[in-house]
Structure formats: C-alpha cells, structure tokens
C-alpha cells in the first residue's frame, strides 16, 4: 500500500499528488516548512513548531492555509493512515499558484499545503551510539536563516560536501565562527562543564529542539553560554553534539578530521540525549 500524503484538502496516495507548475513554491522556493518528531505515534513539540510556522509564514507575508486545530488533525490524520510509531511528519506550506513574477501578488490562491510522514528509526540510531564526524564549510546561505524557507539547496550542497569527504555533516561557519549545522543547531562543551551554543539571530535558525534542550541542561544544573563560537574552541572542547527534529541530540566526535575529547560520546551528552528522549515521550500530543 502506498503512502497517503495531505494535500490542499485531500488525503490521497503519494503518486496521485499532483502541484502546479506555477506553484511559486517550485518556481522560486517561495515557500516554508516544519518537520516534527513522531515517537509512539505521537507528536514531539506541536505547539513550539507551530509558533515557529506562524513566525515564519508572518515574515514572508503568506496567508495561512488553515488553523493550528486543522494541523494537528491532519497530522494525527496522516500518522493514523501511515500506521506511524517512530519518524517525521514534514508541513510545507507555499505562497500558492500565480504567473512568474518576482513581485509577488497579494491574491496568489491558494496556499498550497503538503504534509507527509517519513517512517524513521530517531532514538536507537547508528550515529546516536558512535557520533558524528562533521567538517565545517563557509555558510553561503541567505541572511534571513531564522525563517525556516524550502530554499535549502545551500544546506544539500554542503551536507553532500560532507559526504565526499567521508564526514556525516557540516556545520556552516562565518569565517571562525561557527552557526549551525545543515539542518541541526551546533553546540559544544567546555572542560568546565559549560554548554555553549550560539545566540539566537538571523544567523541560525531558532530550533525548536535546541530551545527544548537547553531547558534540559537548566534541570541537570548545567551553565550555559549563548554566543559565537570559534572552529578552533570547537576542537579543544569537551564534547560537542548537534540538534535536530531528525536527529534529536547527536554526539560530535570529530571535527575537520581532529576528534573532539576522547573522540567517542562521553557521559554529558548520554545524559542530555536521554533526558530529552524521556521528556518526549512524556509530553508529546
């Protein structure tokens, strides 16, 4: 059976979905996103990413394609259909359909709403037990990376630079600093037990798992620093890991071929990565 996917008001099966040429989302990347957890079935941190959606949608002045009441039950709809336990629910909403012109207009009808379930393994994974190796790449992106837009090709191109350098990721940097990773908040730790992430701007994207975890270090009386940090400060720490809605809290074991402390995952991330993961499967809708 195939996978039923939402679309401007229709449940069907993924290869009868079907989006017009003149869908600004394909023509210009006109569009924006949201991807959430699921764990047994249920939703990690609704209410937080649509807040983050509504942020976004403001900013880039589209209309809203319906209620958050709406979302969530076509979310709960998909996850139902697709027999879900584990994965993610990804929502794209786009400006909708119009002739090609770079002035956008005000009556571009409708909004085109696309959501779909990926089943995937986010807690017993391979990089979860033996970390990532991340290389770190000049940030070529946009300068409004706070909106969370469906223009990702920079993020694609980086994250397959990676690859073919034999690393799992790239965190994209200003010249020393580092901002983030392709599609995870970057963070370190110091040798005194600090955690260090950088503060919430234009630069990076404001990450729902980001914001949630660094409520968990508050709960295990860890410091924490928001602010820039160097490529430099980032090899010399203790520990590094990224987060994500994909990859929750990942262990950082290597930068640009140089391992992080012992260059295996070491007991403050474990900890952080394992309060999390409780937390949502407590708290989830």
Known sequence: MSRIVYLNGQYIAEE??????????????????????????????????????HRSLDEMRIKEACSDADILTIFRALI???????????LQITRGIADRDFVYPDDATPSTLFAFTQEKNLIDTPLARTGAKIITLEDQRWSRRD??????????????????NGADDAWLVDGIWVNEGTASNAFIITHS???????????ILHGITRAAILAVA???????????????EAI????????????LV?????????????????????????????LMKKHST
């Open 218 to 232: 508050k709960t295990l009386n860890l410091k924490i620093e928001e602010r820039p940090f160097t490529i430099e």
């Open 250 to 278: 990942c262990p950082v074991v290597e930068i640009n071929g140089q391992p992080i402390g012992t260059g295996k995952p070491e007991e403050i991330v474990k900890t952080i990565r394992s309060r999390y993961i409780d």
């Open 193 to 203: 037990d600090i955690i260090v992430t950088r503060d919430l701007s234009n630069k």
């Open 80 to 90: 139902e259909k697709n027999n879900i336990k584990e994965g993610f629910m990804y």
């Open 16 to 53: 009868d979905a079907k989006i017009s040429v003149f869908d600004r989302g394909f023509l210009f990347a006109d569009g924006v996103y949201e991807g959430l957890a699921i764990i047994e079935g249920k939703l990690v941190d609704f209410d937080a990413h649509i807040m983050r959606l």
């Open 236 to 247: 010399n720490a203790k520990e590094a890991f990224i987060t994500g809605s994909s990859s």
């Open 147 to 164: 909106l969370k837009t469906i223009q990702l090709v920079s993020q694609s191109m980086a994250k397959m630079e990676a690859k073919r």
